[in-house]
């Protein structure tokens, strides 16, 4: 293989790796770029996973054998059956050695001094038609980060020397590729994520709850929402200390998580101060009356604060129609204000209180969020919010 054609492969692989948009993406974007560059038939890309001593292989990529998922989940290989892993890992890379591609055939090494060993790879080689095969470690931030491992099929060419230090060059560049992949899924992490509570945010919320009434809209699937706010949160940080406040936040946060794992898909979410809420997509009105029954009673049995006052908004129920996400932020919200202000140690379910719903005009929760906005008299919060709609008092 000339020089521009292999610079071209270079330029290729990094061009496909800057443009993958997730983990998935980058990985089989690394796999297949490899294996082109190289010329194989097959290529896998795997991580090592210090805490379990094993290689897991994240992607296999080109002509798989049957025994082959493209994105495995349980495909993965001790290191210590891998003398030359193991070497490199724990001997060559530790004492300042080169990460360096090396060969191997279906008659084992190509050269070196594991010649004449068969070991779980050499077998597989075999096992899969699979004539010879390159690997090639890669580092990120300094460390061995997993391996890039590209084959040919029996009868074709014998990868050589120069082929292993291409490798090399090609497991830096999709090295590079993943530390990108890497930092994009940390941003986003953290910019969907409250950092109190490691729960979703208030702009998770939003984007996924815009997405729940679409698909509310277009199929009927049942969109609910649970709106909670911690009692007592303000009395526990003026007596005891925001810390003992943020300790009450984190247990709550943990209740709130436990409790909507009960429902396949639900978001649990912090959306700021003392505001938490489930989104639910999917699971009967009723399903999430008991869920967020059971969040009540959980709450009041923490020894911090007051327990939780909880409302609930949800499509299945007769609440009139639901055309945006902000009509049902605003029924979730008037009827958690209606639990506050009453002390309610259950939820109140908007469309459940007056029972002819909003089209009857008697349930006081759809008339509260279904009211023009006014402003809020001493000691009431009245928010009845949709996305970018500021509190209205």
Same mark, same amino acid.
């Given at each position: 293989?000339?020089?521009?054609?292999?610079?071209?492969?270079?330029? &290729?692989?990094?061009?496909?790796?800057?443009? %993958?948009?997730?983990?998935?993406?980058?990985?089989?974007?690394?796999?297949?770029? #490899?294996?082109?560059?190289?010329?194989?038939? *097959?290529?896998?890309?795997?991580?090592?996973?210090?805490?379990?001593?094993?290689?897991?292989?994240?992607?296999?990529?080109?002509?798989?054998?049957?025994?082959?998922? &493209?994105?495995?989940?349980?495909? #993965?290989?001790?290191?210590?059956?891998?003398?030359?892993? @193991?070497? *490199?890992?724990?001997?060559?890379?530790?004492?300042?050695?080169?990460?360096?591609?090396?060969?191997? !055939?279906?008659?084992?090494?190509?050269?070196?001094?594991?010649?004449?060993?068969?070991?779980? $790879?050499?077998?597989?080689?075999?096992?899969?038609?699979?004539?010879?095969?390159?690997?090639?470690?890669? =580092?990120?931030? /300094?460390?061995?980060?997993?391996?890039?491992?590209?084959?040919?099929?029996?009868?074709?060419? =014998?990868?050589?020397?120069?082929?292993?230090?291409?490798? @090399?060059?090609?497991? %830096?560049?999709?090295?590079?590729?993943?530390?990108? !992949?890497?930092?994009?899924?940390?941003?986003?992490?953290?910019?969907? !994520?409250? #950092?109190? @509570?490691?729960?979703?945010?208030?702009?998770?919320?939003?984007?996924?709850?815009?997405?729940?009434?679409?698909?509310?809209?277009?199929?009927?699937?049942?969109?609910?929402?649970?709106?909670?706010?911690?009692?007592?949160?303000?009395?526990?940080?003026? !007596?005891?200390?925001?810390?003992?406040?943020?300790?009450?936040?984190?247990?709550?946060?943990?209740?709130?998580?436990?409790?909507?794992?009960?429902?396949?898909?639900?978001?649990?979410?912090?959306?700021?101060?003392?505001?938490?809420?489930?989104?639910?997509?999917? +699971?009967?009105?009723?399903?999430?009356?008991?869920? %967020?029954?059971?969040?009540?009673?959980?709450?009041? &049995?923490?020894?911090?604060?007051?327990?939780?006052?909880?409302?609930?908004?949800?499509?299945?129920?007769?609440?009139? +129609?639901?055309?945006?996400?902000?009509?049902?932020?605003?029924?979730?919200?008037?009827?958690?204000?209606?639990?506050?202000?009453?002390? %309610?140690?259950?939820?109140?379910?908007?469309?459940? &209180?007056?029972?002819?719903? #909003?089209?009857?005009?008697?349930?006081?929760?759809?008339?509260?969020?279904?009211?023009?906005?006014?402003?809020?008299?001493?000691?009431?919060? $009245?928010?009845?919010? /949709?996305?970018?709609?500021?509190?209205?008092?």
């Amino acid at each position: 293989m000339g020089e521009d054609v292999r610079l071209r492969a270079v330029v &290729e692989l990094a061009q496909a790796m800057a443009a %993958a948009q997730t983990p998935r993406e980058s990985w089989q974007a690394a796999a297949l770029g #490899a294996c082109r560059a190289l010329g194989g038939s *097959f290529a896998a890309l795997s991580v090592w996973e210090r805490d379990l001593g094993r290689l897991r292989v994240l992607v296999n990529a080109g002509e798989r054998a049957e025994d082959e998922e &493209e994105f495995p989940e349980r495909e #993965a290989y001790p290191v210590h059956q891998f003398p030359e892993i @193991t070497e *490199f890992l724990h001997e060559r890379w530790a004492g300042g050695g080169e990460p360096n591609a090396w060969v191997e !055939t279906a008659e084992g090494p190509s050269g070196g001094h594991w010649a004449g060993y068969c070991h779980q $790879r050499v077998s597989a080689l075999r096992r899969r038609g699979r004539g010879c095969c390159v690997v090639a470690p890669i =580092v990120l931030h /300094g460390r061995a980060w997993g391996e890039l491992y590209v084959a040919r099929p029996a009868g074709a060419p =014998v990868f050589g020397r120069s082929d292993a230090d291409f490798a @090399t060059v090609l497991a %830096a560049v999709a090295a590079a590729g993943i530390a990108q !992949t890497e930092r994009l899924e940390e941003v986003r992490r953290l910019a969907f !994520t409250d #950092a109190l @509570t490691g729960l979703a945010n208030r702009r998770a919320v939003d984007l996924r709850l815009d997405e729940a009434v679409e698909r509310h809209r277009a199929d009927g699937a049942v969109v609910s929402l649970v709106v909670c706010d911690v009692n007592g949160l303000k009395r526990v940080n003026d !007596t005891r200390g925001h810390a003992i406040g943020d300790r009450l936040l984190e247990r709550f946060g943990s209740i709130l998580s436990l409790c909507g794992a009960m429902l396949p898909g639900t978001l649990a979410a912090r959306l700021g101060g003392d505001e938490f809420c489930l989104l639910s997509v999917g +699971p009967s009105a009723d399903e999430v009356v008991r869920v %967020a029954d059971e969040l009540c009673v959980r709450a009041a &049995e923490l020894e911090l604060g007051d327990g939780v006052a909880c409302g609930v908004a949800s499509t299945g129920d007769p609440i009139g +129609p639901v055309r945006s996400a902000r009509r049902l932020f605003r029924l979730a919200d008037a009827a958690q204000y209606r639990a506050k202000a009453a002390r %309610a140690a259950k939820p109140v379910v908007a469309g459940r &209180e007056g029972g002819a719903g #909003a089209e009857g005009g008697d349930d006081p929760v759809v008339r509260l969020a279904d009211s023009p906005p006014r402003v809020a008299g001493p000691g009431e919060r $009245r928010r009845f919010r /949709g996305r970018g709609i500021p509190p209205a008092g």
